[in-house]
């Protein structure tokens, strides 16, 4: 068995239910603590609902300073990604044990395997790679590891780059371990990501006997209207890099139980998918107008989950797009599609964030698997793309 495979199973064998870490990011740091890394735990929450997150980094030095010299301004490539995993579903609808790794035609099987325990392994492994090949060279390089990514999101990536802006890291370039691909790793990368806008609506009514209307207001009859033209609005048109922002319920409950009942309020919950051609400021205009020109007496909260962002092109893309031409043989697609992810907190203190990793697939899904060749192909790909921004860092020493 692979060193790879190896360190895949150990991580997919802890049962690391969001927020819980379960000893995977001290498994990951079995194998960072001998390169030179130096790591900080950065913690939220308490108990069972504890959130893990480590800060790990190994500065470089300049090639021509001694051992006591201060660290060279050298480039910096962060690592980032989760250990904790979604809930399994019933275990019986499984093949196998979810957290008992096993094989089968040529797959790996348990929760985590694509998402996202395996690039991690492909990570680490890559960078020992590396070091072992360049014991000396011009590239900072980084982990940001969390516990807290498939569950709400507030005690994880955000406090750690809440931290490093706090004392002003300084973070070049950065690769999300997120599963993107399709069919076969590499041939889709995801180089930004929609922003998220919720919305919890309330239409305020009056309830009342359902045989005498007269003396009631339906709060369901009267947001009808404004919820067609909610529905058929065009928020905008996207971009280059965007599909059109989207605008979708996705509960809408009101009513006592009763079928002779007239509800006296209807809750609507919705959300934008947005991309950059809207602002959220725009978009709580525009539903408020709305709202306010059907006369509806309403609350709405809101709630920002993530604002877009993109990488274009740069050494980044280009170092991802080579690395993946080189070990896949493709041509890798640009995709901004799909939900958020961490990389919407990395962004605001990082300016090259793209996402990496495996077939998506079966992430989340019973029997969640990832194919053995997949995984070592993604390994190789890290690796390259490392070799690459170590040149571009070398250069930028080089450069007066």
């Not at 950065?42 to 480590?54: A, K, P």
């Not at 609808?93 to 325990?117: A, I, N, Q, V």
């Not at 931290?163 to 790793?185: F, M, N, Q, Y």
């Amino acid at each position: 068995m692979s060193e790879l495979l190896s360190l895949t199973e150990r991580l997919v064998a802890q049962v690391s239910l969001t927020p819980n870490d379960a000893g995977c990011q001290n498994i990951l740091l079995e194998y960072l603590k001998p390169l030179g890394f130096e790591t900080e735990w950065i913690y939220d929450g308490e108990d069972d609902l504890r959130v893990t997150n480590t800060w790990s980094i190994r500065k470089s030095k300049h090639p021509n300073s001694s051992a006591t010299d201060k660290v060279f301004n050298s480039k910096t490539l962060v690592f980032a990604g989760h250990t904790d995993v979604v809930p399994t579903g019933p275990i019986s609808k499984w093949d196998s044990d979810p957290f008992t790794p096993s094989y089968r035609e040529g797959h790996l099987y348990g929760r985590g395997t694509s998402d996202m325990k395996s690039s991690l392994a492909a990570m680490v492994l890559a960078t020992k790679a590396f070091y072992d090949n360049c014991p000396n060279p011009s590239l900072n390089i980084a982990f940001l590891i969390t516990s807290d990514e498939e569950g709400p999101a507030t005690g994880g990536t955000v406090k750690v780059c809440d931290a490093l802006k706090h004392r002003s890291e300084k973070l070049d370039w950065c690769i999300v371990g997120e599963p993107t691909a399709v069919e076969k790793t590499g041939d889709m990368i995801k180089n930004g990501r929609r922003g998220t806008l919720s919305g919890k609506l309330v239409i305020k009514g009056i309830q009342g006997h359902i045989a005498y209307p007269q003396l009631a207001k339906n709060p369901i009859h009267l947001f009808a209207p404004a919820m067609n033209e909610l529905v058929n609005t065009v928020w905008d048109k996207g971009n280059d890099y965007f599909q059109p922002t989207s605008w979708q319920i996705s509960n809408i409950h009101a009513g006592t139980g009763a079928s002779n009942v007239i509800p006296g309020e209807c809750v609507v919950d919705f959300n934008f998918r947005f991309c950059t051609e809207s602002s959220v400021e725009s978009l709580q205009s525009r539903v408020h107008a709305v709202l306010d020109h059907y006369s509806l007496e309403y609350d709405l909260k809101w709630t920002l989950g993530g604002m877009p962002f993109i990488t274009e092109e740069g050494d980044l893309v280009q170092a991802v797009r080579q690395a993946i031409k080189d070990v896949c043989l493709i041509d890798t697609e640009l995709s901004t599609s799909g939900g958020t992810s961490d990389g919407r907190f990395i962004s605001r203190i990082c300016n090259q964030v793209i996402e990496l990793g495996p077939p998506n697939s079966t992430i989340h899904k019973i029997n969640e698997r990832v194919r053995i060749e997949d995984l070592e192909k993604l390994k190789d790909v890290y690796y390259q793309i490392i070799l690459s921004l170590n040149s571009i860092s070398q250069a930028s020493l080089a450069t007066p």
